[in-house]
């Protein structure tokens, strides 16, 4: 039995994202593997000497007032000897604090860590020097496996670093990240790197085109699509009143899309031929609003549009509902009652709410580029995402016809089934021998 470590960079995130959902998911088959789990966070928690009060302020989400003289102090010794040791501390889960709040965004876990504000206080120290920051923690693990790429290692043992994607160097103009210093920390990562993961094979050519690393350093994992059954075999008729109490809609009865509001997901163009397809089936949009968002949503807003008269857009307007977030046994429910879902992403590393829509037999309307042919084979309505003549027609199709939905329902699960928790295990169980 050895211990590994993981990140939490995403897993500290209220809302949660995909790559959260990949840590919580990876952590969970590394315990099905026989090995221990250590978590690393970053939260903005005291490092108190105190087991009790660090446990207290680990869940508190509140600011310790010293952290401000801490950002001070860093930032000198930065400015004379480099890049820091980090140093964590762990947190003692002893059932003093409810925690029962957090349970649905905690991994599995044997130990958890903490250092304070880490993964800001690393991409600060990467942005000065240039190289990566080393973590100490108080018992050194085995091996460490980084859910994203962070400027960080632990020195004297193999690290690993999955690389979802490389958006940034790929769709330049959908993201904020700097894009010369996000190609310079994976240059720098694949010189400290004992592997790199990732999750689609669309996604590992990226990363030897553009980024140089040698394909023989790169292991496709895929993900695995898991829901639990208490979810999936909720009863059909307490599905469809949880949906029809949320959104005013009939079960089954609506277009659903979840996750960020971003420009990769392509909001704005779904948005123009949902508008256009004229057709009586409202749609739902789950997910926070991020960068660019508003200009995603600008369709909603418009009083002066080729769609037509101003009271007939509020008409449209009205089959439109956002909704900034759902918890994940809702969403289920929501992804359930959905007469279709639609993807028409941009770009996706691997694209998993395509593939949780085919697990619970909602028929799928996706992009046919980046990952998501290979990850949905010939069990989706593809479509070219830059084209919403494209999307509308699609959307037609699903919409008015019965047996086009019963066969992408059918060919979905086929499909899902294929990225089940047992294969994605057999594929690390094997990059971890290589390593341990």
Known sequence: MSRILIDGYNLGLEKGTGVATYARNLSYEIGELGHDIDVLYGNRASASRNDLLREIYFFDNGEDDRFRWLEILEQAQQAIHGPLTFRAKEIPITGKVITRQFQSRLPRFDRLFNSPDLFLRSQSAFKLWKRPSSIRLPHKPDLAHWTYPLPLHVKGRPNIYTLHDVVPLRLPYTTLDHKRRYLRLLQELDKRAAHFVTVSENSKRDLVELVGIDPNRITNTYQSVSIPQKYRD??????????EGLTGFDYKGYFLFWGSLEPKKNIGRMIEAYLSAKVD??????????????????L??????????????????????????????LLVSLIRGARAALFPSLYEGFGLPVLEAMLLGTPVICSNTSSLPEVAGDAARMVDPYNPQAITQAIREIDTDADMRAHYSAMGKTQAALYSPERYRSNLKEVYASHL
């Open 234 to 243: 909720k009863p059909e008729d307490q599905v469809a009143r949880e949906v």
């Open 281 to 298: 089936t409202p749609l739902v949009i789950v997910g926070a609003q991020a960068w660019k968002a508003e200009q995603e949503l600008k």
């Open 300 to 329: 909603l807003g418009e009083t002066d549009s080729v769609y037509g008269s101003l009271e007939r857009r509020r008409g449209a307007r009205k089959r439109v509902v956002q909704l900034p977030y759902a918890p994940f046994p």
